[in-house]
């Protein structure tokens, strides 16, 4: 799998607002992503004060769920590091009991491992590599990409894994760093990428990072904007580059932050907000609690079609049930739905924003 330069890397925790964007995705879309997938940490019960469920429980469901939502498009899936030493029911690492399961459904799961993954999890990543041969994506954080030993790191852990540099697909994690100002960031990660050598070496070569807040209270009540920082700061990444040098693909975590913990809903209530991409920055419409008022929603929606920022209905799926709840020809649902609204629009946008990049002189 060689991603071409206009493909998109949304970074995704498989919970169901996420795993519902992909699925209502239209196929045009779907051939120009791949996902970065994490089965996320199990969630926390905080009223028994104990995980909501056992690891088992949590992640058996993940490969039937990967074969009815995505099938057999590709797709790099890794773990939460706070459950990837965890063994399941029969004794089984999650790698191992994961991509067997998806075997079974013929599906083309790639395993991805951070760079400091324990010498268990190399293993078990190493023997399903040998067994399926579609290599593997090794996560590079932003602190390791800066140290001196940074490629020597990968090359000892592709060798561990008995794979060359052209199957291993490189991710550098930026994580939510301030990109400001662009210029002088561009320019650290441009040095830190060219010590790791020639990057032509690997098969695909992407970076992943989000400018989108860790919780939205600091943002305003009604209309509020967030610039879109990850986005405008990977195309000054590209036009700073030397000629020559190989340009990473863009991938982000979309609109939900890659350290978001779910949080004890009997003592926080959660606003009403609709998050709507554009092309420079997040569009917010948020209001009060949103179980104390659903029908808020109705109106968060008629604000973005009012906008002159509004797609249009046929743009994604996610803007159809916007248009719809504008209307009141659809209710105001849930938080999860408005999750996967969110995200569905912004995967859609982020493959026009790459498009456009592309074709730009």
Same mark, same amino acid.
């Given at each position: 799998?060689?991603?071409?330069?206009?493909?998109?890397? !949304? +970074?995704?925790?498989?919970?169901? @607002?996420?795993?519902? /964007?992909?699925?209502? #995705?239209?196929? $045009?879309?779907?051939? %120009?992503?791949?996902?970065?997938?994490?089965?996320?940490?199990?969630?926390?019960?905080?009223?028994?004060?104990?995980?909501?469920?056992?690891?088992?429980?949590?992640?058996?469901?993940?490969?039937?769920?990967?074969?009815?939502?995505?099938?057999?498009?590709?797709?790099?899936?890794?773990?939460?590091?706070?459950?990837?030493?965890?063994p399941m029911g029969d004794?089984?690492?999650?790698?191992?009991?994961?991509?067997?399961?998806?075997?079974?459904?013929?599906?083309?799961?790639?395993?991805?491992?951070?760079?400091?993954?324990? !010498? +268990?999890?190399?293993?078990?990543? @190493?023997?399903?590599? /040998?067994?399926?041969? #579609?290599?593997? $994506?090794?996560?590079? %954080?932003?602190?390791?990409?800066?140290?001196?030993?940074?490629r020597t790191r990968i090359?000892?852990?592709?060798?561990?894994?008995?794979?060359?540099?052209?199957?291993?697909?490189?991710?550098?994690?930026?994580?939510?760093?301030?990109?400001?100002?662009?210029?002088?960031?561009?320019?650290?990660?441009?040095?830190?990428?060219?010590?790791?050598?020639?990057?032509?070496?690997?098969?695909?070569?992407?970076?992943?990072?989000?400018?989108?807040?860790?919780?939205?209270?600091?943002?305003?009540?009604?209309?509020?904007?967030?610039?879109?920082?990850?986005?405008?700061?990977?195309?000054?990444?590209?036009?700073?580059?030397?000629?020559?040098?190989?340009?990473?693909?863009?991938?982000?975590?979309?609109?939900?932050?890659?350290?978001?913990?779910?949080?004890?809903?009997?003592?926080?209530?959660?606003?009403?907000?609709?998050?709507?991409?554009?092309?420079?920055?997040?569009?917010?419409?948020?209001?009060?609690?949103?179980?104390?008022?659903?029908?808020?929603?109705?109106?968060h929606c008629g604000s973005?079609?009012?906008?002159?920022?509004?797609?249009?209905?046929?743009?994604?799926?996610?803007?159809?049930?916007?248009?719809?709840?504008?209307?009141?020809?659809?209710?105001?649902?849930?938080?999860?739905?408005?999750?996967?609204?969110?995200?569905?629009?912004?995967?859609?946008?982020?493959?026009?924003?790459?498009?456009?990049?592309?074709?730009?002189?």
């Open positions: 799998m060689i991603l071409t330069k206009d493909m998109y890397v !949304p +970074a995704l925790r498989w919970r169901q @607002g996420e795993y519902q /964007a992909l699925f209502r #995705l239209a196929d $045009a879309a779907k051939d %120009r992503i791949v996902p970065y997938i994490t089965i996320p940490e199990v969630e926390f019960d905080f009223e028994l004060w104990q995980p909501k469920r056992s690891v088992q429980e949590h992640v058996h469901p993940f490969a039937a769920r990967f074969n009815a939502k995505w099938g057999q498009r590709p797709a790099w899936v890794g773990v939460h590091p706070s459950i990837s030493d965890k004794g089984r690492d999650i790698f191992t009991y994961v991509f067997e399961a998806l075997r079974a459904f013929q599906a083309n799961g790639i395993p991805a491992l951070p760079l400091d993954a324990s !010498p +268990a999890i190399v293993a078990a990543v @190493g023997a399903i590599v /040998a067994t399926d041969a #579609l290599g593997a $994506a090794i996560g590079v %954080r932003l602190e390791d990409l800066m140290k001196p030993d940074a090359e000892d852990l592709a060798v561990s894994l008995s794979l060359s540099l052209d199957e291993i697909d490189l991710v550098i994690d930026l994580g939510a760093p301030n990109f400001e100002p662009y210029n002088a960031f561009a320019g650290a990660l441009i040095a830190a990428m060219q010590k790791l050598g020639d990057l032509q070496a690997f098969r695909n070569f992407v970076v992943i990072g989000t400018a989108i807040p860790e919780t939205f209270k600091d943002v305003a009540k009604g209309a509020d904007q967030l610039p879109r920082h990850d986005w405008l700061f990977y195309k000054m990444l590209i036009g700073k580059m030397p000629v020559g040098m190989r340009q990473p693909n863009f991938g982000d975590f979309t609109i939900v932050h890659p350290e978001f913990k779910a949080l004890d809903m009997r003592m926080i209530k959660a606003a009403g907000k609709l998050v709507y991409t554009t092309s420079a920055a997040w569009e917010v419409r948020k209001g009060g609690a949103f179980n104390d008022n659903r029908a808020q929603m109705h109106g973005i079609v009012a906008s002159g920022k509004f797609k249009g209905e046929s743009y994604s799926n996610g803007d159809d049930y916007i248009a719809k709840c504008a209307a009141h020809t659809e209710g105001p649902s849930n938080q999860t739905r408005w999750k996967e609204v969110a995200i569905n629009h912004h995967i859609t946008h982020v493959l026009d924003d790459l498009a456009t990049l592309g074709a730009a002189p």
